[in-house]
């Protein structure tokens, strides 16, 4: 799986507009999301099928947005009860667990129960894109491997 985030004002843009746009492919399935955040958990989503990743950045910088972050990851799937969990390994920082639960109507005891069950000791931690945001920020060694990745990316599309 492959997400490319573009805004107008790199990291800045979801703060600064509460929405992000971004090209994702999941296997042979290429998208134009954009995600307009309600609240730190909640957001409104649409999307639409493209032919080729590049349709989209172009797309995408036409209107002003340039790409400043990309995830690449095998996600596997799983589901407890109602909610939805996403098992994420990623190319530069490492493996996380990301629990949806906007179909659950006792999210708070699932949720719980859950992470009980399966010994979570971990904090919640930030969105993935503010992981490396914060990585870029602190690390040029890591900066570098993600600037040459995010090139290659957007020169093979």
């Known amino acids: ?47 639409i099928k493209l032919e080729k990743i590049i349709d989209g950045i172009n797309y995408l910088k036409l209107i002003g947005m340039k790409p400043y972050l990309y995830l690449k990851r095998y ?9 939805k969990i996403f098992i994420d390994e990623f190319d530069l920082i490492g493996s996380y667990v990301e629990i949806e639960y906007q179909d659950s109507k006792n ?8 992470i009980k069950l399966i010994n979570i000791k971990d904090l919640p931690q930030d969105m993935y894109g503010s992981i490396i945001k914060d990585k870029l920020s602190q690390d040029s060694e890591f900066r570098e491997k993600f600037e040459i990745n995010l090139e290659k990316i957007l020169n093979n599309n």
């Open 1 to 47: 799986m492959l997400d490319i985030t573009c805004g107008y004002v790199g990291f800045e843009s979801y703060s600064k507009y509460g929405f992000i746009c971004r090209v994702r492919q999941k296997g042979n399935n290429i998208t134009l999301e954009v995600k307009n955040y309600i609240n730190k958990d909640e957001c409104l989503e649409q999307s």
């Open 107 to 114: 999210a708070k005891e699932e949720l719980d129960e859950f």
């Open 75 to 83: 996600r596997e799937v799983r589901k407890y009860k109602n909610l």
